[in-house]
């Protein structure tokens, strides 16, 4: 109460909708400092970007055909732009949730407006198809789709590059621009895992998405250059775009234990740790010859079968010397 007093006796003009906007704003700014810095809490300072932002909400905001109006500090501003067609074909009962208007330096200004959407009955038929995620190819499906990640491993490498250059210069303006390549690499990642879980969202004849359960798969030791790969993997990234867009789509999304699954055959169930050899598997009980990561995702599906229907049975024969625990990568 007293900051709201004290901010309507220094603006008396400032609208109390984009007050308690911006209130909000600040208070989620200091409650993500507190959970990221335990031994630093209330030590929030603020900090000024490079854009000046005013976050809005129902009460400030509202949006009438193509015509966009909102409250500022001096006036009600009216802005008249298009949605796509794509947006308001697929989302017909979208609603205006809030948004956030940016100013940058140069005078340019751009409204980021959030919709609320209603979101789609799960389907009640569909296959259930399981998802293998990995480093060399980000998903490989057990209908043996993939989304390689040959061309984003290099580009990682390029930054990788570039950071180590940074550090080893050591210099004020190296931190500077390391900081910018550290952001400029996430936004990458965060394009890729978009595509990817996009592909998947939009398969009209998925009902059942199984992933495997990978918490705790970063504090396997698996050696020097493996452990660094996984520390760049934005597999959770992935993961809940995976289950918001799929989400959208009614496609149910569900985890499993991801255990054996690259070591187990698909087809007769044995387990062999040297059936895998790169991207190729050849059981040698069976002679099943497939590729590895089609092999993992059609186990991971089975998996999640079984759990839902045991009459069906488990592949995992007592007289198979089973290995040490092995995380799908």
């Known amino acids: 109460k007293y900051g709201y007093r004290e901010a309507k006796h220094l603006v008396p003009g400032l609208p109390t909708g984009v007050l308690q906007a911006v209130a909000k704003s600040a208070c989620g700014a200091v409650s993500a400092w507190n959970r990221q810095n335990p031994k630093r809490r ?11 932002s005013l976050p809005l909400n129902k009460t400030t905001l509202s949006r009438r055909g193509n015509l966009t109006t909102f409250s500022t ?27 956030q208007v940016k ?22 038929t569909g296959d259930v198809i399981g ?14 789709d993939r989304f390689s990640s040959r061309q984003h491993i290099a580009v990682k490498r390029r930054y990788q590059y570039n950071r180590r250059s940074l550090q080893q210069k050591g210099t004020k303006s190296a931190h500077r621009k390391l900081r910018r390549v550290s952001g400029s690499e996430k936004r990458f990642m965060r394009d890729v895992n978009h595509c990817a879980s996009k592909q998947l969202a939009n398969n009209a004849n998925a009902g059942v998405y199984v992933i495997e359960d990978l918490k705790g798969i970063r504090k ?22 995976l289950r918001y867009k799929c989400r959208m789509n009614g496609i149910a999304v569900v985890a499993t234990d991801p255990r054996y699954t690259s070591q187990k055959c698909c087809v007769c ?29 059609r186990n991971i599906r089975d998996n999640y079968v079984r759990s839902v229907k045991p009459e069906q049975g488990d592949f ?8 040490e625990s092995r995380d799908s990568v």
């Open 220 to 241: 396997q030791r698996r050696g020097k250059k493996l452990n660094g790969w996984l520390s760049n993997w934005a597999f959770y990234e992935m993961e809940l775009f």
């Open 73 to 99: 500090v001096n006036k009600r501003v009216r802005v008249l732009h298009d949605i796509p067609a794509w947006f308001t074909e697929r989302y017909k009962s979208a609603e205006v949730q809030a948004a």
């Open 103 to 124: 100013v940058y330096d140069n005078g340019d200004a751009v409204i980021f407006i959030q919709f609320r959407v209603e979101v789609a009955q799960d389907r009640i």
């Open 316 to 323: 995992n024969h007592p007289d198979v010397c089973k290995p």
């Open 131 to 144: 998802v293998d995620r990995g480093l060399y190819n980000l998903f490989t499906t057990s209908t043996g």
């Open 269 to 297: 169930g044995a387990i062999s740790k040297s059936a895998r050899s790169g991207s190729r598997y050849l059981c040698p009980d069976c002679g099943n010859r497939i590729h590895a990561d089609v092999n993992a995702a």
């Open 42 to 52: 209330w030590e929030y300072a603020g900090r000024r970007g490079d854009t000046a």
